[in-house]
């Protein structure tokens, strides 16, 4: 089962993947072994898939390189839970294709805690019940299920929320 990763507050890109491990993030796919590395040494060997990142406020600030959120879709996280996000990165994870979902958990669930995370409902399960988050919007959802909003331009040949072309998908 999906367990939870907590972090604080204010987050940065370089926390995710820190800028010193650059020449590796062209053209090797070992990148992702570096995600957290001087705040959670041990989060890229332990992380599974499905994994869920609960932290603080103001999530993702810094840098806007893609690279941070890249680090954790290759590593199959199942979606990222913080009260504020940094814009940029925020949309990058979604493009990504890496649900996020604005919501203060911290004092809810603990590190380790086992948990659902239903992406189309939003709806997160733990020990202690279940928790309703704001559920992505429609157009999110639809390029959720292609896995991003590149996987969903390439399948249908238009962006998510956009409608159809007359007699297209």
């Given at each position: 089962m999906p367990r939870v990763w907590k972090f604080g507050d204010s987050i940065n890109t370089d926390?995710?993947?820190?800028?010193?491990?650059?020449?590796?993030?062209?053209?090797?796919?070992?990148?992702?072994?570096?995600?957290f590395h001087y705040i959670r040494p041990e989060f890229a060997a332990q992380v599974q898939p499905g994994d869920v990142l609960v932290g603080g406020r103001n999530w993702g600030l810094g840098s806007s390189r893609e690279y941070a959120p890249q680090a954790l879709k290759k590593l199959r996280i199942g979606g990222i839970i913080a009260p504020s996000f940094a814009r940029i990165h925020y949309r990058n994870l979604l493009n990504l294709g890496i649900p996020a979902f604005e919501a203060d958990l911290t004092?809810?669930?603990?590190?380790?805690d086992e948990v659902s995370l239903d992406v189309e409902t939003g709806v997160l399960t733990y020990a202690g019940g279940t928790i309703q988050l704001p559920p992505p919007p429609e157009f999110l959802r639809e390029a959720l299920r292609e896995g991003s909003i590149l996987a969903f331009f390439k399948k249908y040949g238009r962006f998510p929320g956009e409608p159809p072309?007359?007699?297209?998908p």
């Open positions: 926390d995710i993947l820190p800028g010193k491990f650059a020449p590796f993030m062209a053209g090797e796919d070992v990148f992702q072994t570096f995600a004092a809810v669930l603990q590190d380790g072309a007359e007699g297209g």
